[in-house]
């Protein structure tokens, strides 16, 4: 019984201004700018997101509209897609999904001083274009230095090799910060090897990595696209001697992962946002359900923190007496403790999540809920 979508209206991929004009009137406005089809499960969150809060009266008794629209994962489009829903009226905007494109965004939000709480990008300087900027995800060193503590003490390595795709800053960031982290805890980062983006053949960068004595016992390899699985299925190769286990980062987290990486990325861990199999509070249960309802297959961590950003925005907005931006972005800073798909502790100074964080695993054939961390300082 699909009960969780009424009063959501969706605007796909809209490029006419007769389309932009909103289909409900006396509506709260939200705009939500993400990148399908990767990770495009974002919108699923928030559309859930929002039609919940409908159920539940919206915001005050007024009914909330979800203006959606697809940035094609370019800056200077996106751009224009914000201006574009702050010209409609939105109170707030959730989105965008990656980190360079809400860079750009961030500074229209600060111009017109409209709230703005992004979803998947994990760059810390996401932030710094403002304080009406407020990132929904962990950051990119927060989840390194997890996965090489998490490297250190529940794997017992000690000796790393480091695959890193070049130009590629979500890559390179968390590379660094797990180096740095790795080794201050007493490991040996033997090899750092790097890659080319759209990079289909790794054999050089695996030689070296099974030429190092003694053999690396881990290997970190941070990644967004289809390189990092295609990696993982060459070094299964008979080729290399490589038994290492793999670590990655959220980046990991791809509806193609088993497609392209194949039985390669059994026992490989990774952080993560949000697991399906893990402990749920009460509000995450019913988000939970409701994804499950509507899309038969459990949400992923962009669906989750989809959700969130739109709930968080939502709350705050419930907790202002006229919706004014000003006053929004306030009531955003001022969120704790908040429980929905993820927890979020609070938003530190420089308006990044303090949050919970997952570690999964990938086991027949199947990525499994490993181990939860509660949010740190």
């Keep these: 019984m699909s009960i969780f979508f009424f009063g959501c209206e969706r605007i796909q991929q809209v490029v006419t201004p007769v389309d932009l004009e909103p289909a409900v009137l006396d509506t709260v406005k939200i705009g939500f700018i993400y990148s399908p089809p990767d990770p495009g499960t974002t919108l699923n969150g928030a559309e859930i997101g929002v039609a919940i809060a409908n159920r539940n009266g919206g915001i005050n ?11 094609n994962r370019d800056p200077v489009f996106s751009v224009k897609q914000a201006e574009d829903l702050i010209s409609k ?13 809400a860079v750009e965004v961030s500074m229209i939000a600060q111009e017109h001083m409209i709230p703005l709480l992004t979803t ?3 760059n810390p300087k996401v932030t710094e274009g403002g304080d009406f900027t407020f990132m929904g995800a962990y950051t990119d060193p927060y989840q390194a230095k997890i996965i090489a503590n998490f490297a250190i003490k529940e794997l017992s390595a000690k000796n790393a090799a480091v695959l890193t795709e070049t130009g590629n800053t979500y890559s390179e960031g ?11 805890q007493g490991g040996t980062v033997a090899t750092h090897q790097f890659y080319a983006t ?11 990595i099974d030429a190092v004595d003694p053999a690396v016992d881990m290997i970190f390899l941070p990644g967004l696209g289809s390189e990092f699985p295609l990696a993982v299925k060459q070094a299964s190769s008979t080729d290399f001697n490589i038994s290492a286990t793999f670590l ?10 088993f497609e392209i990486g194949g039985t390669a990325v059994e026992g490989s861990f990774f952080t993560n946002h949000f697991s399906a199999g893990g402990q749920h509070s009460e509000s995450g249960r019913v988000f939970f359900d ?16 989809g959700y969130d950003a739109v709930t968080i925005v939502i709350e705050a907005m419930r907790r202002t007496k006229d919706n004014d931006p000003v006053a929004i972005r306030d009531q955003i800073m001022a969120t704790q403790d908040y429980e929905g798909a993820t927890h979020l502790s609070h938003f530190d100074a420089n308006r990044h999540a303090i949050k919970s964080l997952v570690i999964n695993t990938v086991k027949d054939g199947e990525i499994r809920f490993h181990q939860f961390l509660a949010p740190e300082e």
């Design 198 to 208: 759209g990079a289909t053949d790794f054999t050089d960068q695996l030689l070296a």
């Design 248 to 257: 990655g980062g959220d980046g990991w987290d791809r509806p193609d992962l």
């Design 290 to 305: 409701a994804y499950i309802d509507r899309y038969s297959i459990p949400p992923d961590g962009p669906a989750a923190l």
């Design 61 to 71: 008794g007024t009914p909330i509209e979800l203006l959606i629209r697809d940035d």
């Design 89 to 101: 009226g939105v109170l707030a905007i959730v989105g965008p999904d990656y980190s360079d494109v």
């Design 174 to 184: 968390l590379s660094k910060v797990f180096v740095e982290s790795f080794v201050d």
């Design 120 to 122: 998947y990008p994990t």
